[in-house]
């Protein structure tokens, strides 16, 4: 299989590995990988206390988690990863 490549600034090859998706049993919807993307890739979700996503405005939110809303803007860089406490993002690289 042959998958989508880039090259450093010193002209080294290197595999950009996509955000696939966020574990929401783990995420504290502390909003640290939102911040260090720069890609618009994810956003906070409410929950209400059956899981199921509810209205921002909705009484019975019990949680915010992150969700992937722009998976298509990714650039695979992994920032999201280094910053977030409970390692609740999956990777893969995409097909060239
Ligand atoms: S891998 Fe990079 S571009 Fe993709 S969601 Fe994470 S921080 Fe954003
Ligand atoms: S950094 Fe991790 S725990 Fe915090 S909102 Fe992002 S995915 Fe959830």
Redesign the pocket.
């Known amino acids: 299989m042959t998958y989508v490549t880039g090259l450093t600034s010193g002209g080294n090859p290197w595999t950009p590995q996509f955000l696939q998706t966020?574990?929401w049993d783990?995420?504290?919807?502390?909003?640290?990988?939102?911040k260090a993307c720069g890609r618009g890739v994810?956003a906070?979700l409410a929950l209400n206390e059956d899981g199921e996503v509810a209205d921002e405005d909705d009484d019975e939110i019990e949680r915010k988690?992150?969700s992937v809303v722009q998976p298509q803007n990714c650039i695979g860089c992994q920032a999201?990863d280094r910053?977030?406490?409970?390692?609740?993002?999956t990777y893969a690289p995409a097909l060239a």
């Open positions: 966020i574990n783990t995420c504290l919807g502390c909003g640290r990988c939102f994810m906070l988690v992150m999201c910053v977030c406490p409970k390692r609740c993002h």
